[in-house]
């Protein structure tokens, strides 16, 4: 026994000793704004050895027997740093890393250098935690501020045209767009609400964040679809004086002036303010039509210390405008598509005395503490007060030879307010890694609405002279209208959430996420202040779980990810034909989806390769019982699948593609058995888009850039019905070139947009603008 307990000593102190040889490397990881840079990889070499930095940017790597060594800070899209360090038994030695992250170095990289700069993949906000693209089980695209400056782009618009599987479902100042076939709106800004009636101005956008599936887990439903989400990151201020003013004139009226200034308020440089301006005045190509914006954003960013910090921002947004001349085809199944259709499409329908002004304010604050090395809190709030008044017409071809014209009068405002606690949480149990997030939620939105509309105000000839066209002016539409009763009413409802989700590491390349959210929807009911009734109250609380899988089968560069994730969508009380109300449950879409993401050659390569199949269950629909005529019933479906592929590459110094194919088929089970497997306005079935970016370097032509691409669009449906027929949009395929030249100090772009002016329709039937070409020049300053 003495003998036993002897050797087990021996053996202890020769483990502590060996122990006590190793040494820990630890450090903060920065950017050159002073902020924290998440994300970034850190390995030891010789070794090879290493560890990401967590949500503040601090990193530690245990375990290191002495001697000398290189540590390596490595992030996509920036050149890797190396310091020498020598580990001493038992020494904890502190390397710290500010990595070139500002606008101005960027701005440096890509002229000088060239590197993968549409593949900006990481960000915290997908999963409400740090979270790498090859860790997270969920697709998504990230368009970054470099492709749009790269495409000289102007409008929101054009901006989604970059997203794999994204079609836009309504044109010119719409918000809203077909994702995996689900109608879906761009209503988040810095993963919070901005819902809001008019188009969004670009100037202040540093990234779109293009969520694909139902994402109600994390996101909720009342600002999600069960084709994913759309949200805007805004640009934030830095630590250096920098800036830059553009203006763009063009075609069909387009001209357009924006600045971004940014400067530290004090010496200390921690409080620090940027500010983005636009304006925006654009005809149309058409005999009326045009829109007319200003736009300011002003951030202020406050390091009260080094482990607390307060963000304040704003968009103050002011839009009049006539740009919703489109065309519904509500009876013109005597044609197919608008080819066949004999429309002037150069005419509106309209009169550009027939707008909506469509103002705005957003507020956004967010205040990030670090309570420990494991544990951050971050309060957000965020409120929108926007509205939409005026005059528009809805217009709808009635069979092969004339318009009927519906104008009318809307003025909506919208006050939508939300508040979001989260903690974040970065620790071991045991030798299994959790990524933590615990959150609350409040959202509270209310509408009040004043509208009238005049159904067949008249009908004109849908091509050739007619007398009556110009007849719809605003004094003869005032005057229909004074005699129609308003619709006068409010809506107000609220949503109480909360909601987990752990990223738990089974072993360094096995990761399963688990994810759940209880949501309590509460309307209060609309009141119709004609009648003095509030009708439609009811409460409704649903669960939204989510499952992931991911297995990094070549660590850093190759994944296989699997996920389980659920939307759901609140649906009101209905009354029936015998006067009771029916209750209904909220309908929920399940999706599973499979695929494998990569990353090679030092973040040159970065893919996406996925399937998907989203079942929606308990949908309302009409009963088909005989008996029950007029009843509504919940048991009907609907079913979205397809796959996607996005490939973005930097295949040699200077020259960046991105590129995409997305297959969608989608329709209605037990809903309807004149559409039931057939499909409706959900998108083309078939999309890709393309844009391929060179710039030259180290030449005499260096600053000189040119880039080409553009979108397919496959054959989409705007209806399908056994009984009456069929009307589709055509495929088209339209193509964009910019040529650009770039100095320390300025850059001039010109673009052709629709280089082969291919004649095409989008929305319901609008015909697409023409070939337009445009000039951007833009002067920096530091």
């Not at 004339?402 to 620790?427: C, I, K, L």
Request: proline content about 4%; some cysteine.
């Amino acid at each position: 026994m003495l003998k036993s307990t002897s050797i087990l000593a021996v053996l202890t102190i020769c483990s502590l000793a060996v122990m006590a040889q190793h040494g820990i490397i630890t450090g903060v990881v920065s950017t050159a704004d002073g902020k924290p840079a998440p994300f970034v990889d850190i390995t030891l070499q010789p070794g090879n050895t290493g560890t990401s930095a967590d949500r503040q940017g601090h990193y530690q790597i245990n375990n290191i027997k002495a001697g000398k060594y290189t540590v390596v800070a490595s992030f996509t899209g920036l050149k890797a740093q190396f310091q020498q360090v020598e580990v001493g038994n038992d020494q904890t030695v502190t390397v710290n890393f500010s990595l070139s992250e500002d606008n101005h170095t960027l701005q440096e990289v890509t002229v000088s250098s060239g590197y993968n700069k549409f593949a900006k993949k990481e960000t915290e906000n997908i999963a409400r935690m740090p979270l790498k693209n090859l860790e997270n089980p969920q697709v998504y695209n990230v368009v970054p501020k470099e492709l749009l400056q790269d495409q000289v782009i102007v409008s929101y618009n054009d901006v989604l045209k970059n997203v794999t599987g994204v079609s836009q479902s309504l044109v010119n100042g719409s918000n809203s767009w077909n994702l995996r076939g689900f109608s879906t709106s761009s209503y988040l800004r810095n993963g919070l609400q901005d819902y809001k009636g008019n188009s969004i101005e670009i100037a202040n956008i540093e990234r779109i964040e293009v969520l694909k599936g139902p994402s109600a887990t994390l996101f909720g439903s009342s600002l999600t679809s069960f084709g994913g989400l759309l949200n805007r990151v805004t640009k934030k201020p830095y630590e250096t004086f920098n800036g830059e003013v553009s203006y763009t004139l063009g075609g069909f009226g387009l001209s357009r002036v924006t600045a971004d200034f940014n400067t530290p308020l004090n010496k200390e440089k921690d409080l620090l303010l940027r500010t983005n301006v636009a304006y925006h005045d654009e005809g149309s190509f058409q005999d009326a039509g045009f829109t007319k914006r200003f736009f300011i954003a002003p951030s202020l960013l406050y390091k009260v210390n080094d482990r607390f910090t307060v963000t304040l921002d704003a968009e103050v947004y002011s839009q009049k405008a006539n740009d919703f001349n489109r065309l519904f085809p509500q009876a013109s199944f005597t044609k197919t598509n608008p080819r066949d259709l004999s429309v002037n499409w150069k005419r509106s329908y309209s009169n550009n005395d027939l707008y909506l002004t469509t103002p705005s304010v957003s507020l956004y604050g967010a205040a990030t503490y670090k309570i420990s090395d494991q544990w951050t809190s971050q309060t957000t709030f965020s409120h929108t007060n926007s509205s939409i008044q005026g005059y528009y017409s809805w217009n709808s071809i009635l069979g092969d030879t004339a318009v009927s014209r519906n104008p009318g009068y809307e003025h909506v405002q919208y006050n939508y307010t939300e508040v979001q606690q989260n903690f974040n949480g970065d620790f071991k149990i045991g030798q299994l890694r959790n990524r933590v997030v615990l959150g609350l939620d409040y959202l509270n939105g209310n509408n009040n609405s004043t509208t009238v509309s005049y159904i067949g105000f008249d009908q004109v000839k849908i091509a050739g002279h007619d007398p009556k066209y110009n007849e719809l002016t605003l004094p003869a539409l005032q005057q229909a209208l004074a005699n129609l009763p308003y619709a006068k009413t409010r809506t107000q409802q609220s949503v109480y959430s909360a909601y987990v989700s752990d990223v738990l590491n089974i072993t360094p390349d096995l990761l399963v996420m688990a994810s759940l959210r209880v949501d309590h929807f509460v309307n209060n009911g609309t009141y119709n202040a004609n009648l003095d009734t509030t009708t439609g109250k009811y409460n409704q609380t649903a669960l939204s779980p989510k499952l992931g899988l991911v297995y990094q089968l070549v660590p850093k560069h190759l994944s296989l990810f699997g996920n389980y994730m659920n939307g759901f969508s609140n649906n009101a009380p209905a009354q029936q034909p015998d006067g009771q109300f029916r209750t209904f449950k909220p309908s929920h879409a399940n999706q599973w989806e499979t695929g494998v993401k990569l990353e090679f050659f030092n973040g040159k390569l970065n893919s996406t390769l996925s399937y998907y199949h989203i079942k929606v269950d308990d949908v309302i629909h009409a009963s088909f019982d005989p008996t029950q005529v007029g009843y509504s019933v919940q048991d009907g479906g609907k079913l979205s699948k397809g796959y996607e592929a996005e490939i973005i590459a930097n295949p040699v110094k200077g020259l960046n593609i991105i590129a995409g194919y997305a297959y969608n088929d989608i329709y209605t089970i037990n809903t309807n058995h004149d559409v039931d497997g057939l499909h409706q306005w959900t998108g083309p079935a078939q999309m890709a888009n393309l844009w391929i970016s060179y710039h030259l370097f180290n030449t005499a032509l260096k600053g000189l850039g040119l880039g080409i691409g553009g979108n397919y669009n496959g054959k989409a449906y705007i209806t399908q019905s056994r009984a009456a027929g069929e009307f589709h949009l055509p495929s088209y395929t339209v193509l964009n070139a910019v040529l650009s030249y770039e100095r320390a100090v300025y850059r001039i772009s010109m673009k052709m947009d629709n280089l082969t002016n291919e004649v095409y329709w989008g929305s319901y039937v609008s015909q697409m603008m023409p070939r337009r070409f445009s000039t951007t020049v833009t002067f920096k300053f530091r």
